[in-house]
């Protein structure tokens, strides 16, 4: 598959992960819409791009501007979702803000943009979709509170979408990254195995895209210790991560 020649929305397009992903379809011959909540950044981005471009804001904690964003965007081929918030924390130093902050933008955000999309693909018998998980969401981890329960949810979000639509002519995809040098990523103050550039994690991406595969765990071997985790026994598991 390629993306030349297609019309894709990329929600959380103005950063980081995002940002690096625009650049790359675009230069693959996509026609992109971008949404996130900053007209100022994205409107940056859309001049920078070597194809055609829209920035249509939207804040995906907010339904009224979610439907109004999507009225805009029109008819799509793809979606990619790549919104997320985070603050690292611990149960012990519970914000209920942040962590409702973090569960609203991430997962329920989330479900609020599908809502806007997979019924039209799902009529039309065609469309792709590309959720955003993380390696955070294989099991419960230290200082992980909202976030790491927000990304389990995208990730069984996007399994239990894979399930109702296969051979219905509507691909869903599914990637995890591990860490990348972000904004976000910067609020960590412990080291981060395995840290890649977003240009490096937005080229994996683009080449998931292009194949049949549903899911894409990466980078391999940091992937591999959060995937074989599943299989360990409680204990241990919280033994090796405490």
Not at 1 to 8: A, D, F, I
Not at 179 to 200: A, G, K, S, Y
């Amino acid at each position: 598959m390629s993306v030349k020649g297609q019309r894709w929305w990329l929600v959380g397009a103005s950063e980081g992960l995002g940002r690096a992903l625009a650049q790359q379809m675009s230069a693959a011959g996509a026609e992109l819409v971008l949404s996130a909540r900053s007209e100022v950044r994205l409107e940056a981005l859309v001049a920078e791009l070597p194809g055609p471009a829209r920035a249509v804001p939207m804040d995906v904690a907010d339904m009224g501007s979610v439907r109004a964003a999507a009225a805009q965007v029109g008819e799509i081929d793809g979606l990619v979702w790549l919104a997320a918030t985070y603050w690292p924390m611990a149960a012990q130093d519970w914000d209920a803000d942040r962590v409702a902050q973090m569960c609203d933008v991430n997962l329920t955000g989330c479900a609020r943009v599908l809502g806007q999309v997979v019924p039209g693909f799902a009529a039309r018998g065609r469309g792709h979709v590309v959720l955003t998980g993380s390696l955070a969401g294989y099991r419960g981890l230290p200082g992980a509170i909202g976030y790491g329960a927000s990304k389990a949810g995208v990730m069984a979000l996007a399994e239990a979408m894979h399930a109702d639509l296969r051979g219905s002519g509507v691909k869903v995809q599914l990637v995890n990254p591990g860490f990348i040098r972000t904004r976000l990523t910067e609020l960590n103050d412990f080291d981060m195995p395995f840290l890649m550039e977003p240009e490096d994690a937005a080229a994996r991406i683009l080449r998931h895209m292009g194949t049949r595969r549903f899911a894409l765990s990466f980078p391999r071997r940091f992937a591999a210790m959060f995937r074989l985790g599943q299989f360990l026994p409680d204990a241990l598991w919280y033994r090796i991560m405490g």
